[in-house]
C-alpha cells in the first residue's frame, strides 16, 4: 500500500527576478501614493500617536492608513510587475 503512493512533483513559486520586480513597483506604487497625498498623510500622522482616543478606533485609523499604503500598492503592484516581467521576458527570450 505504502508502494502506491507517490508525492507530487514540487510547484515551486515566482523567480526571484520576478519577485524583485514586484517588490519594485510595489515600492514605487506607495511612494507615488504618499507623495501625491503628502496633505493627507502630514495631517493624520499626529492623530495615530500618541494614542487619545480609544485603541478600537485608533487601530481602525491604523488600518485603514497601512491598508491604503501598503496593502492596495502591493496587489496592483503585483499585477503590474508581473506583467512588466512578462513583457520584459519575452522580449530577453526573442
Same mark, same amino acid.
Given at each position: 500500500?505504502?508502494?502506491?503512493f $507517490?508525492f *507530487?512533483? *514540487?510547484? *515551486?513559486? *515566482?523567480?526571484?527576478?520576478?519577485? @524583485? #520586480?514586484?517588490?519594485?513597483?510595489?515600492?514605487?506604487?506607495?511612494?507615488?501614493? /504618499? @507623495? @501625491?497625498?503628502? $496633505?493627507?498623510? #502630514?495631517?493624520?500622522?499626529?492623530?495615530?500617536?500618541?494614542?487619545?482616543?480609544p485603541?478600537?478606533r485608533?487601530?481602525? /485609523?491604523l @488600518?485603514?492608513?497601512?491598508g491604503s499604503?501598503?496593502?492596495?500598492?502591493? /496587489?496592483v503592484?503585483?499585477v #503590474?510587475?508581473?506583467?512588466?516581467?512578462?513583457?520584459w521576458? $519575452? $522580449?530577453?527570450?526573442?
Open positions: 500500500m505504502a508502494d502506491e $507517490e *507530487p512533483d *514540487p510547484q *515551486p513559486g *515566482p523567480s526571484a527576478r520576478r519577485l @524583485a #520586480v514586484r517588490l519594485g513597483c510595489t515600492t514605487l506604487l506607495s511612494l507615488l501614493l /504618499i @507623495a @501625491a497625498f503628502w $496633505e493627507f498623510v #502630514v495631517q493624520w500622522l499626529p492623530l495615530l500617536w500618541p494614542p487619545t482616543q485603541y478600537s485608533w487601530l481602525s /485609523i @488600518a485603514v492608513f497601512l499604503v501598503f496593502l492596495l500598492p502591493g /496587489i503592484g503585483s #503590474v510587475g508581473d506583467a512588466l516581467y512578462d513583457r521576458s $519575452e $522580449e530577453r527570450d526573442d
